[in-house]
């Protein structure tokens, strides 16, 4: 399955345009790809009870699932800042639940892109 990288950015950025981010102001976009290629999209969900904010990378993991998509190959982010930014933790463990192997790619405001391989973010994930 190729991963066209800009055009999954581009849907991530998409995606951020949705965030509902009242609080932190800090909209996030994330576009999934499974790998029968189809594409799903997710922004951050803020609540006013701080701690219940999904992440734009798990709402764009629970929309692919919620359609029937569980072989993710890849996840592109979108954050609105100058350089690319990681995804934290709880979201590294989510998106490894539907594959070790899935490509990380991360895109900003600024020009620069990078790409990782999920398993280099998180070492040793849990597992059952
Ligand atoms: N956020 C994400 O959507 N993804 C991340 O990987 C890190 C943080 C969101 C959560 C919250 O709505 C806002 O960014 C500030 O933390």
Redesign the pocket.
Known sequence: MDIDTTQLLRAAEAASQQ???P??K?????AVQAADGRVFTG????NASYGL???????AVFAAVSAGATQLVAVA?Y?PTPQP????G??RQVLSEFSQRMKVILGCKGDQVTEYDLADLLPHAFEF
């Open positions: 965030a509902y981010a609080y932190s800090f909209a996030v976009g994330a922004c951050n969900v803020e904010t999904n992440c734009a990378e798990r709402s982010i954050t930014a990681s995804p934290c709880a979201c």
